[in-house]
């Protein structure tokens, strides 16, 4: 039988904007089950023992022959959806150098510039606690070091990686283009601007809730 | 030509540990450059020009036929390394499960698990900002609730995904295997610990320098 996917997700959340950008762009059929994490929804036991035990969206499940199977971490569904698809570059290096970009997503991108838009669009300042407060400066600097570094790359060509959309754009687009959500002004980044437009013009593009 | 391989690196980085652990145990030659990161040898204009704009290491430079071209991100560089070997898996499910576990590692468990090693091992708990010792208590949970994620994985399991090792295990052993110089207690963990055990058997397996 084909497979069936559903998401498991918040829809504030860019990282599940990833994988529904990504079915989008392929055409796949995505099923939407939405959690609020606000209110602790993939916190019950129910979701640690079925969906994930790390109490995270999104995940991805996939019916198929083998059962039901959980994916977590949005970046692994992207990979899993996208599997033989041109997302993903055919090319060794390019294929890795995708992952370079996903993985410094995760770890340079993500913490600073999502982690901001939530404490500040949906948190609010007024109720961050003191440890926040306090990380909001280094924060502030290590997502601007991001964003200037996709600037300065993005400056000489179309997309992340080789000449085409892939998943490396898949997975920096979210938390990107909401960034001012996070205090970030994309004015200071021409080049991210114009890559922004780009995204938004592929066929099969879907925008964020 | 053969392609010839060169890391830039810190032998005290678990990050680049990863990439000696899958060259040695694939097999292949790897010449090894070292900086300093602790006197910013990463940040000088040469480095930040020709290895890597972000600064960081480890980078692998690959020498070939393209020239020499410079891939940062220690699960990026696994990856090409391995690519074609019995480190990934064929599998569809199983390769982004693996990719899953080398996300997971950078979100959840490195943050936590090596910084705490590298601020309370390194650069010594007298010497931290309020700042980075404010953040101690929640990177001590965050970095305890990803040892037990593993933990609770591996009781069931002998290798992080399917039968085998993969880059799952490697891109997880090197900041887990030295958890006890970051203060967390290793003996509360029995099934990471007889994965630790296996992962040293592995034929190649070469030591943390």
Redo the contacts between chains.
């Keep these: 039988m084909a497979e069936m996917y559903t998401l498991h997700e918040d829809p504030r959340s860019g990282n599940c904007y990833k994988i529904k950008l990504t079915a989008a762009l392929l055409g796949l059929p995505l099923t939407i089950r939405q959690y609020d994490i606000m209110r602790g929804e993939t916190r019950t036991p129910e979701f640690l023992q079925t969906i994930n035990?790390?109490g995270r969206i999104p995940v991805l499940q996939?019916d198929g022959d083998?059962g039901a199977?959980f994916?977590?971490?949005?970046?692994?569904?992207c990979?899993?959806l996208a599997?033989g698809s041109e997302l993903i570059p055919a090319d060794?290096?390019d294929?890795?150098?995708m992952?370079?970009w996903?993985?410094?997503e995760?770890?340079?991108h993500?913490?600073n510039v999502a982690t901001l838009r939530f404490w500040l669009h949906f948190v609010g300042e007024a109720n961050l606690s003191d440890?926040q407060r306090?990380?909001l400066p280094?924060k502030r600097i290590a997502g601007q070091d991001a964003l200037q570094?996709m600037e300065?790359?993005l400056a000489q060509r179309n997309f992340m990686v080789g000449g085409n959309v892939s998943l490396a754009d898949v997975a920096l687009f979210p938390y990107t283009h909401v960034a001012e959500e996070g205090g970030f002004g994309l004015e200071d980044y021409p080049a991210l601007c114009r890559w922004i437009d780009r995204i938004g013009t592929l066929p099969g593009f879907v925008p964020m809730d």
């Design positions: 035990r790390n996939i083998s199977r994916l977590p971490e949005s970046n692994a569904a990979w899993y599997g060794r290096f294929q890795a150098d992952l370079r996903m993985f410094f995760q770890y340079n993500e913490p440890q306090a990380m280094a570094l300065e790359h």
